[in-house]
C-alpha cells in the first residue's frame, strides 16, 4: 500500500510559480511511476505530467508542457511539480498518483494509477 499527500496548493496571481509537493510512505514508492493529474471545476480529472520510477524519463500533457516541470527524489519519497507563469485556466485540485509500474502508456490514463492522493487545491486569480 502507498499513501500520497500533497502539499503547496494556495491562492496565487497570474503570471507567478508554484511548486506542489507529494510525499509518500508505505512501500514501493521508488519502484513506480508517478503522476499528477488535476481537476478544474465542473471538468473531468485530466492528466498533467508523469515521471518513470528513476526519473530518467518525463511526460506532460500538451497543454502544460512549457510550464510545468516534473521531478522526484527517491531517498526521500518525494514528487514535485513545478509550475511556471501561471494561468487562471490552471486553477484545478490538483492530485498525486502513484502508477501501476514502473513506466509505460498507461501513466498517462486515470487507470494507470494504483494510488491517489486527497489532492490540493491551486486557485489563479487574474
Known amino acids: 500500500q502507498v499513501q500520497l499527500e500533497e502539499s503547496g496548493g494556495g491562492v496565487v496571481q497570474a503570471g507567478s510559480s508554484l511548486r506542489l509537493s507529494c510525499v509518500a510512505s508505505?512501500?514501493?514508492?521508488?519502484?513506480?511511476?508517478m503522476g499528477w493529474f488535476r481537476q478544474a471545476p465542473g471538468k473531468d480529472r485530466e492528466y498533467v505530467a508523469a515521471?518513470?520510477?528513476?526519473?530518467?524519463?518525463?511526460d506532460y500533457a500538451d497543454s502544460v508542457k512549457d510550464r510545468f516541470k516534473i521531478s522526484r527524489d527517491n531517498g526521500k519519497n518525494r514528487l514535485s511539480l513545478r509550475i511556471d507563469s501561471l494561468k487562471p485556466e490552471d486553477t484545478a485540485v490538483y492530485y498525486c498518483?502513484?502508477?501501476?509500474?514502473?513506466?509505460?502508456?498507461?501513466?498517462?490514463?486515470?487507470?494507470?494509477?494504483?494510488?491517489w492522493g486527497q489532492g490540493t487545491q491551486v486557485t489563479v486569480s487574474s
Open positions: 515521471i518513470s520510477w528513476n526519473g530518467d524519463s518525463t
Open positions: 498518483a502513484a502508477c501501476r509500474g514502473p513506466w509505460g502508456p498507461y501513466v498517462a490514463r486515470e487507470s494507470g494509477s494504483a494510488h
Open positions: 508505505g512501500r514501493t514508492f521508488s519502484g513506480r511511476a
